[in-house]
């Protein structure tokens, strides 16, 4: 079965470089959501979109921004990288009513 | 307060143990609950959903105690492949959608 797909896989920035992660849900999955996870520390929720609204808003620097575009894919967009941006960044969607949410393999931003 | 609380770990258990894990929420709205594994630098992988009459999946047992808002998972006769963080999972029902909120995992090492 198709799963969430998330790109790129590894990243490596400097400071004060622009990076954009982008997620493509499960097939008919509507709500998207992104998370961000440092080292030791439980996934901490930045925002999401249900058919392609922000639906959610969580911890997210004023510098990230995301959408979710017509075909459900969503674009994560992070500027003005800090060295404590460097993380495991998750993707994940789920069915709005259904629940459960189902997460990509995530993308490793290290930011030097 | 946070949203939901897990018992801190780590718990270390050896092999064949029956082992116990609790969360407790404080939004008495929360409509959906699941069970979470993540193994290091992976992905939250959903392991059950928990429902008002309680689950079992083999070895996994999952109660739901609305009354007293927990959340609870068996594991029984563990093996050294469930060592893991095992996440607690809420979903309140909020304005316009429901909201996804974490707990911050409880560490189990299995030892033979």
């Known amino acids: 079965a198709a799963g969430v797909i998330q790109s790129p896989r590894h990243l490596i920035k400097e400071k004060r470089e622009t990076a954009t992660l982008k997620c493509y849900p499960i097939?008919?999955?509507?709500?998207v959501y992104w998370y961000q996870q440092g080292p030791g520390q439980d996934p901490q929720f930045l925002i999401s979109?249900?058919?392609?609204?922000?639906?959610d808003k969580g911890s997210i620097p004023d510098r990230f921004s995301a959408q979710q575009f017509s075909d459900y894919h969503s674009e994560l967009n992070m500027s003005s990288l800090e060295l404590g941006d460097s993380a495991l960044y998750f993707c994940?969607?789920?069915?709005?009513?259904?629940?459960?949410?189902?997460f990509g393999e995530g993308s490793r931003l290290t930011v030097l | 307060r946070k949203e939901v609380e897990q018992d801190p770990g780590p718990f270390n258990v050896p092999e064949g143990a029956t082992v116990a894990f609790n969360c407790t929420y404080s939004n008495s709205a929360s409509q959906s609950f699941f069970w979470y594994r993540q193994d290091c630098r992976k992905e939250p992988k959903l392991l059950m959903s928990?429902?008002?009459s309680g689950n079992e999946d083999g070895r996994f047992t999952a109660q739901l105690n609305r009354a007293s808002q927990y959340i609870s998972l068996l594991i029984r006769d563990s093996k050294l492949s469930d060592s893991a963080t095992y996440l607690c999972?809420?979903?309140?029902?909020?304005?316009?959608?429901?909201?996804?909120?974490f707990g911050a995992g409880t560490r189990l090492f299995v030892k033979a």
């Open positions: 928990v429902y008002s």
């Open positions: 097939p008919r999955h509507d709500t």
């Open positions: 994940a969607s789920s069915l709005r009513e259904a629940g459960e949410l189902f």
């Open positions: 999972v809420v979903k309140p029902w909020d304005t316009g959608g429901f909201k996804t909120i």
């Open positions: 979109f249900y058919e392609k609204m922000q639906s």
